[in-house]
């Protein structure tokens, strides 16, 4: 069992920037990849970015050269750094890890998730 923890949402405006953290209970190097998601009221929860297999790192179009994801090995923690926001990131943000626990046992875990809302 892996929980995920999320903290650093909030209320900013348009243009401004928010630190997203996800505290995980395991190591994340156990991890077969660990990242963040969104889902807007009304839309399907969709990938924003996450490391696959360690270094590997997958951003969707719409938040590339804004969002940077990284990672604290020590803290076991995982990063969403967001710049330049738009009001069209306003969602609420998921932690999601993957674990592999044999060839045919993967795992999927979740985050509570935390609000995110750009509004002037």
């Known amino acids: 069992q892996v929980q995920l923890v999320e903290s650093g949402g909030g209320l900013v405006q348009p243009g401004g920037s928010l630190r997203l953290s996800c505290a995980a209970s395991a190591s994340i190097f156990s991890l077969n990849a660990m990242g963040w998601y969104r889902q807007a009221p009304g839309k399907e929860r969709e990938l924003v970015a996450s490391f696959i297999r360690g270094s590997t790192t997958n951003y969707a179009d719409s938040v590339k050269g804004r969002f940077t994801i990284s990672r604290d090995n020590d803290k076991n923690t995982v990063y969403l750094q967001m710049n330049s926001l738009e009001p069209e990131d306003t969602a609420v943000y998921y932690c999601?890890?993957?674990?592999?626990?044999?060839?045919?046992?993967?795992?999927?875990?979740w985050g509570k998730g935390t609000q995110v809302t750009v509004s002037s």
């Open positions: 999601k890890a993957e674990k592999l626990y044999s060839s045919y046992d993967v795992r999927i875990y």
